[in-house]
């Protein structure tokens, strides 16, 4: 899961070695923190958050695959 966040947000952003991605882990929710680079925030979100939604839906879909609940933060 770690690596798919890295991977989509490595290829939206200008500064691809600033994204790190955190996981914190609980019984049956992951939580992972998204943070890149202040100049790449907007390309990660997106307009009107679209992106950021879209990338919450596909990580949603993967922890349904595999029985967890997974929730994307994006930090400054």
């Known amino acids: ?25 609980g019984e049956k929710t992951t939580v992972f923190e998204l943070r890149v680079s202040q100049s790449d925030l907007g390309k990660v979100i997106g307009k009107q958050g679209k992106t950021a939604r879209a990338m919450r839906t596909i990580l949603g879909a993967a922890g349904t695959k595999i029985g967890k609940r997974c929730v994307l933060e994006i930090l400054e």
């Open 1 to 25: 899961m770690r690596t798919l966040i890295e991977t989509m947000a490595k290829a939206l952003v200008d500064k691809p070695e600033e994204v790190k991605v955190a996981e914190v882990e």
